[in-house]
């Protein structure tokens, strides 16, 4: 069943879930967008979520290009894209044989490994000692978990913080490296959503209608950027998905084994 947009729960969680991600790439970098995902998961089935999803983020991902144009890493840039493509096949491959509730699972797992891997992050094990040279095995690998994750919850952050912070890139090259990949990587999924049906029953209709939101979300988050402490922020993002990939693990765990 598709999303019902005079549902006021379905319209509350999807207000949120597009305001959030849109402040998160206007201000505070695509990765905390994720939370998107688990909280519309909650009121809609994963499929339905992530078709709603999908377009607003290529209306945002054409945003950020815009000023971060020619501004990446291209030999790393390359190397991610490259590998992002058999992994959202083998992501493509999952989404027609995997149930709704081992999806729930799937993208309740990937919260929860999200935030320890945020955690892991603050405490120094990831980013640390001499820059790493460029590999183009190492972006490869990295790449095709971003493209799984990304393919199947929006969650394609962490594997290529993985690759990228050890690499010492300076600011400004990793963020435009970041935007160049996911404009790639989500305007790809286009095609397997809608060859998929997760653009049916009404997920365009309702992009279209939170399209508002998305531009809102995206301005905010510029303002937010200068006058929001980021660690405040970021505490209130995992603390959502602690709470949201909890219940779809829950939720997920009992649908199949129940």
């Known amino acids: 069943m598709g999303p019902d947009i005079t549902d006021p729960l379905f319209l ?47 209306v945002m991902d054409l945003t950020g290009l815009r000023a971060y144009w020619g501004k990446w890493s291209r030999a790393d840039a390359q190397a991610l ?57 190492r972006g490869g690998f990295w790449g095709m978990a971003c493209g799984f994750t990304s393919f ?19 600011k400004l090259t990793y963020q435009a490296t970041t935007v160049i990949l996911f404009w790639f990587v989500n305007a790809a999924k286009l095609g397997p959503y809608w060859a998929l049906g997760l653009f049916g029953d009404g997920q365009l209709v309702a992009a279209a209608w939170l399209a508002p939101l998305a531009v809102v979300g995206f301005m905010a988050g510029v303002w ?22 909890g219940k779809l693990v829950w939720d997920g765990a009992a649908g199949l084994w129940g």
């Open 152 to 170: 199947t919850s929006h969650a394609g952050g962490p594997p290529v913080a993985v690759y990228l912070l050890p690499r010492g890139l300076d």
């Open 12 to 58: 509350a969680a999807a207000a949120a879930a597009v305001l959030i991600a849109g402040i998160s790439k206007g201000g505070f970098g695509a990765g905390a967008g994720f939370v998107s995902t688990p909280i519309l998961s909650l009121v809609a089935s994963p499929e339905v979520a992530v078709g709603v999803l999908l377009p607003l983020f290529c």
């Open 81 to 137: 894209m490259l590998g992002a493509i058999p992994g959202m096949a083998l992501g493509a491959a999952l989404f027609a044989i995997i149930p709704t509730d081992g999806l729930r699972l799937l993208i309740g797992l990937i919260a929860l490994g999200f935030v320890a891997f945020q955690a892991a992050r603050a405490r120094g094990f990831l980013g640390a000692g001499a820059a790493r040279p460029f590999s183009r095995a």
């Open 224 to 245: 937010a950027h200068k006058h929001v402490p980021d660690r405040l922020y970021f505490q209130l993002i995992h603390t959502l998905l602690v709470l949201t990939g």
